[in-house]
């Protein structure tokens, strides 16, 4: 069955503030059993909530993907363009949510050169 508007814009509100939360307390890891755990709150599948939440990449969130096997973590910040292998969790990243203006912090031209080329170098460097 299909998921209606009602029950994504909740799981995108319930997602957002969730991860906000999580950020402003310094937790910045959110496994998909807790992901999928916010979905089903809102009305949708676990499965239907694992690919809502990863199309919401580069509008809600942007992080570090954890794939289930031995495979290397993977930066997304837009909704990918292939089928992403299984994963586990992912780790928001602070530095994204305060360029967006999401999350309050020190503003890029605030962070000290060699943190700020780190993040420019990752956003040129995305695989997405």
């Known amino acids: 069955?299909?998921?209606?508007?009602?029950?994504?814009?909740?799981?995108?509100?319930?997602?957002?503030?969730?991860?906000?939360?999580?950020?402003?307390?310094?937790?910045?890891i959110m496994s998909r059993d807790e992901i999928e755990e916010i979905g089903v709150k809102a009305g949708l599948t676990k499965l239907r909530t694992a690919g809502i939440f990863i199309s919401l990449?580069?509008?809600?969130?942007?992080?570090?993907?954890?794939?289930?096997?031995?495979e290397k973590q993977f930066w997304l910040h837009s909704p990918p363009k292939e089928p992403l292998p299984r994963w586990t969790g992912?780790?928001?990243?602070?530095?994204?949510?305060?360029?967006?203006?999401?999350?309050?912090?020190?503003?890029?031209?605030?962070?000290?050169p060699i943190e700020r080329d780190a993040l420019t170098k990752r956003k040129n460097t995305s695989l997405v």
């Open 1 to 28: 069955m299909d998921a209606t508007p009602q029950q994504l814009q909740q799981f995108k509100k319930d997602i957002k503030e969730e991860i906000l939360r999580r950020l402003q307390g310094e937790s910045s």
């Open 57 to 70: 990449a580069g509008d809600v969130w942007a992080g570090h993907i954890f794939p289930t096997r031995e």
């Open 90 to 112: 992912v780790k928001l990243h602070r530095q994204w949510f305060q360029q967006k203006g999401m999350l309050s912090g020190p503003a890029l031209d605030k962070v000290r």
